[in-house]
Structure formats: C-alpha cells, structure tokens
C-alpha cells in the first residue's frame, strides 16, 4: 500500500511521534492506523533508553488544587521540543502527573517515580512514563514536583502562558470569599511575572545578608572615603533594601498598584482589612518550564531536510 504525506500526518498528530517514524510505523503495517501505532509504542519502548541522554528541556508545568482548596500540587514535564508541548496528547500526560502528584505521599522524585500509577495501577510512574516516550518519541522527564498543604486558609494555583509558568500562593485566612481568592490570584500573577526568590526577607539567609553588607559597606567607603559611620550605614540599609525588594515577595512593589509605590504585603493587608480577615500570605511555589536546563541549539530547518533524506 503507498504511504502517503497525508497518512503521516494524521499518524504524527494522533501519536505524536516524529514524522519519520510515523513514515517507518505505516510502511511496517502496510498503512493500518491502528497497528501503526502499536508499533510506534512496542519499538519506542526500546529506544526510551536511547533517548535519555538528549535534552529535554521543553515541556509544560501544571498545578492542581483539591476541591476544599487546602491541598496543592506542581510538576514540571520535560520533553525536547515546544512542537510536542503543544500536542494533546503531551498535555493529557502532564495532566495525569499533576494528578499523582495531588494525591501522592512520596517525598521525593524517586519514590515518586515508583509509586503505582494512578491511571493504570499496574503500572508504576515510571513505567509510564517510558511507554509515553515510546509512543511520543522524543525524551520525556518528570523533572520536579511539590505539594502544599494549608488548612488554615486557601491555596491559588495561577497558570502563565498556557503552562510555561505555573506558581501557587498559599493565603493563611480566617474569611475565604471571592475577593480574597482574588486577591491571591494577584499576588500569584505577582510572583509569575517577577521571579521573586523568597516569600519575605526572613526567608533569606542571614550568611547572604552578611555577605553582602560586607560587599556593599566596601563599596560604600569607595564611593565615600571620608563618610561617617551613620552615612555608611543608611547607605548600606538603602541598597539592601533595594535588594530586598527585588527577590521577596512580600517587599517587591504591587505591579498594579495605583501609586507605584505600594508594596505586595501592604496590598494583601489592605484587601484582609476591606473583608474584615486575619490574612497573610505564608508561602509560594513558582515553577517554570526549563529553568536553569542548558537548551541545546538546533537549525529546524537542517533537522527537517536530514529527516527527510533518510
């Protein structure tokens, strides 16, 4: 039977698989759809290991909270290229992680990954995972998960860009209602939008803090040999604190505050205030997809004209 443009196609959308492969899978199966991709899934599986070494570092993160919003989970799936983190298929999985990971008991990754897996428990995470490489054929990577838990309050979950930023924001709170939750949801934005490192300043560590006294009092006397210890000081303070309210949270300027100058913490307290609430906001998770991974550079177009000699 001729294979044609078309059939491929169809395959690579169904299976998401590339498009030679998809081109070997029908010749094999003299066009049957339906085998083809058995045979994508049965060879894959033989060559998820040979992929392990390519870079993934594409992919999508998603979060989940439980429906009494006290419970909260984030994964980060990898997969090589942006294409495969648009296909449905790829997004049905991420789904399915973010699921496990919602009602997961594993502390870390690996026991993560051995845990059965919620959709088919008689597999393991893992082993389905090696199955999705098998019919997506590209390296796929569970490469992180968190939960968060807060029974005093809510928890927010806010996704940025279709999955490239996903961040939940945990609100310690004696009044849940509709203007609280969105006010979490700002503060979630908040936190997507300036990659905040910590919550407030008391999270940072005091080793750093001292350090960069340090760095910024000889960078002071520089600039003011003959300065008193005061003005030193207040110079110190000032640019410390200018640091401060670059990586917390709570001290970064409120990106929709009317003055430009509110800060996020004055902006939730102001918001607990207006809805008579003991409120505030204890923690966040924020995940982007790829973050501190070394992207491989690659010329598509080369890629594509090497598939298609072979």
């Known amino acids: ?18 498009m030679m492969d998809c081109k070997k899978a029908l010749v094999a199966t003299d066009g049957d759809m339906d085998k083809a ?70 502390s870390d990754l690996d026991a993560f990954m051995e845990e059965a897996w919620l959709a088919d428990p008689s597999k393991t995470v893992k082993e389905a995972l090696v199955e999705e490489i098998a019919v997506i054929s590209e390296n796929l990577k569970i490469r992180r998960f968190a939960t968060m838990d807060e029974p005093n309050g809510f928890i927010t979950s806010y996704t940025h860009a279709g999955g490239k930023i996903v961040v939940l924001v945990d609100v310690e709170s004696d009044v849940v209602n509709d203007e609280m939750k969105e006010m979490a949801k700002n503060v979630a934005m908040q936190a997507a939008a300036m990659r905040p490192k910590y919550n407030t300043r008391d999270e940072v560590d005091q080793d750093y803090i001292a350090k960069e006294k340090e760095i910024l009092l000889a960078a002071a006397k520089n600039e003011k040999p003959n300065a008193n210890e005061k003005i030193l000081n207040g110079m110190v303070m000032g640019r410390l604190n200018k640091e401060m309210a670059e990586i917390c949270l709570q001290d970064q300027v409120y990106v929709k505050a009317e003055d430009g100058k509110q800060s996020v913490a004055k902006y939730v307290a102001q ?40």
């Open 37 to 106: 991709i058995d045979y994508l899934r049965e060879n894959g599986q033989m060559k998820a290991a040979k992929k392990a070494d390519r870079i993934a570092a594409e992919g999508l993160c998603e979060g989940l909270v439980s429906e009494d919003g006290k419970h909260a989970a984030v994964v980060e799936v990898n997969s090589e290229t942006d294409f495969v983190a648009r296909n449905e298929k790829f997004q049905a999985y991420v789904n399915e992680v973010a699921k496990q990971a919602l009602a997961t008991k594993a």
């Open 271 to 310: 918001v607990a205030k207006a809805n008579g609430a003991k409120a505030k906001v204890k923690g966040f998770i924020r995940f982007e997809t790829g973050e501190g991974i070394e992207k491989k550079k690659e010329n598509f177009a080369e890629e594509v004209a090497a598939q298609m000699k072979g």
């Open 1 to 18: 039977m001729a294979i044609t443009a078309k059939m491929v196609k169809e395959l690579r959308e169904k299976s998401g698989a590339g």
